[in-house]
């Protein structure tokens, strides 16, 4: 099964290594480094299942627009600081490849 996935991170760097992982992964990838930029991509493609969002971004908590926008949508939450919000899974920075694959393979379904 293949899965579309929008990474929203506001390091450039951080953001260029998670899609790298999730298209080793099998994903297709498509990225944002801001929530108005995140929202503007989860309304242009409608083929996204998966959200993986920064927590801490200047500006917007996207995470929860998106859920407005698309109440299935599943979402994992990156921090490398913050608690985790909503009850949503979250991943803690930096991680490696097996850890992204085990968390997405738990809370997404990607195989």
């Not at 929008?6 to 992964?25: C, F, K, S």
């Not at 991509?41 to 500006?59: A, F, H, K, V």
């Not at 859920?67 to 299935?72: A, D, F, H, I, V």
Request: glycine fraction near 8%.
């Amino acid at each position: 099964m293949s899965h579309t996935v929008l990474v929203v991170d506001d390091d450039p760097g951080v953001l260029d290594v998670i899609v790298g992982m999730l298209e080793d992964l099998g994903c297709e990838v498509t990225s944002a480094q801001s929530g108005p930029d995140a929202l503007d991509r989860l309304r242009q493609n409608e083929n996204i299942s998966i959200l993986i969002t920064d927590i801490n971004m200047p500006g917007m908590d996207n995470h929860e627009l998106a859920k407005q926008l698309r109440p299935e949508l599943k979402i994992l939450q990156l921090s490398g600081r913050e608690p985790r919000r909503g009850g949503l899974p979250m991943i803690r920075k930096p991680f490696s490849f097996e850890e992204l694959a085990d968390t997405m393979r738990r809370t997404t379904g990607v195989r």
